[in-house]
T-cell receptor
Framework: DTEVTQTPKHLVMGMTNKKSLKCEQH?????MYWYKQKAKKPPELMFVYSYEKLSINESVPSRFSPECPNSSLLNLHLHALQPEDSALYLCASSQDAGWGAQNEKLFFGSGTQLSVL | ELKVEQNPLFLSMQEGKNYTIYCNYS?????LYWYRQDPGKSLESLFVLLSNGAVKQEGRLMASLDTKARLSTLHITAAVHDLSATYFCAVNTDKLIFGTGTRLQVFP
């Protein structure tokens, strides 16, 4: 299994809603990532988890809350989002952990297209 | 701050033609990645270049890395419509930073 699975594929939410994005991989990877991608722009790193611990937070607003319940799962909890948060949210994983993980190939999920109304 | 720039940003080319996409980056790194993204889809890893002078080829695509010049190229040979996509390079320092992207459109 070389897939990173993300659910849901599409999500529409109001600014007062609370929702969660889910990501799962069964490749035994120890590093997992959240990226945000606006239309026609490159992906931007949000969070990195290494061995289930948050290792990088790219100054992301607190309305985005990541969670890594175990080495195979990664969640992104959303609360009180703004319309400008509408984007494609990509989860990725890589084999190694820590800084070394950044040297490894990232496997990306198919993403969640989020629209905030 | 690391900057990763690609050019061109948009490329429209005829089937059968050759072209090169350039990726320049602003700080020392010996690891560079190329990804492909179809509209509304995820990123697919194409190449991982791990050292100066590295060259990798897959089908009609060939990637190379010159760490001294801080330059990577993605060469397209005899383009076909299926290659139409956005191509990103990405550079590793303490985190993976993506280039600006090149949107490639191949027409008959």
């Amino acid at each position: 299994d070389t897939e990173v699975t993300q659910t849901p594929k599409h999500l529409v939410m109001g600014m007062t809603n609370k929702k969660s994005l889910k990501c799962e991989q069964h490749m035994g990877h120890r590093a997992m990532y959240w990226y945000k991608q606006k239309a026609k722009k490159p992906p931007e790193l949000m969070f990195v988890y290494s061995y289930e611990k948050l290792s990088i937070n790219e100054s992301v607003p607190s309305r985005f809350s990541p969670e890594c319940p175990n080495s195979s799962l990664l969640n992104l909890h959303l609360h009180a989002l703004q319309p400008e948060d509408s984007a494609l949210y990509l989860c990725a994983s890589s084999q190694d952990a820590g800084w070394g993980a950044q040297n490894e190939k990232l496997f990306f999920g198919s993403g969640t297209q989020l629209s905030v109304l | 701050e690391l900057k990763v720039e690609q050019n061109p940003l948009f490329l429209s080319m005829q089937e059968g033609k050759n072209y090169t996409i350039y990726c320049n980056y602003s700080t020392t790194s010996d690891r560079l990645y190329w990804y492909r993204q179809d509209p509304g889809k995820s990123l697919e890893s194409l190449f991982v270049l791990l050292s100066n002078g590295a060259v990798k080829q897959e089908g009609r695509l060939m990637a190379s890395l010159d760490t001294k010049a801080r330059l990577s190229t993605l060469h397209i040979t005899a383009a076909v419509h299926d290659l139409s996509a956005t191509y990103f390079c990405a550079v590793n320092t303490d985190k993976l930073i993506f280039g600006t992207g090149t949107r490639l459109q191949v027409f008959p």
